[in-house]
């Protein structure tokens, strides 16, 4: 059974910084990462991880967000830098992994709360 469990979310001033984790299990994952909503919006693409290394980033958050991942722990990391109130928002942990018979399989982690305000 796949889970993934997110931590480091929390309330932070403007310009400050936070790390989120999530710890993935069940399965070998092809792409991890994190997306998130804000109340009223639809659920966006932060950032995107490969096994092999290869990022992607939303424009939003380029240069202030860097995203890693930690392949032996199936671990993925959001160092998130010079928050902006527009970064509040629910983050979701993503992963995807590829059945035997060769579908592709999106999981979701339960959310934790980034709150930038001071």
């Known amino acids: 059974q796949v889970q993934l469990v997110e931590s480091g979310g929390g309330l932070v001033q403007p310009g400050g910084s936070l790390r989120l984790s999530c710890a993935a299990s069940?399965?070998?994952?092809?792409?991890m990462g994190w997306y998130r909503q804000a109340p009223g919006k639809e659920r966006e693409l932060v950032a995107t991880?490969?096994?092999?290394?290869?990022?992607n980033y939303a424009d939003s958050v380029k240069g202030r967000f860097t995203i890693s991942r930690d392949n032996a722990k199936n671990t993925v990391y959001l160092q998130m830098n010079s928050l902006k109130p527009e970064d509040t928002a629910v983050y979701y942990c993503?992963?995807?992994?590829?059945?035997?018979?060769?579908?592709?399989?999106?999981?979701w982690g339960q959310g934790t709360q980034v709150t930038v305000s001071s």
């Open positions: 069940g399965s070998i994952f092809s792409i």
């Open positions: 991880v490969t096994s092999g290394g290869t990022t």
């Open positions: 993503y992963a995807r992994d590829v059945s035997i018979l060769g579908t592709q399989r999106a999981y």
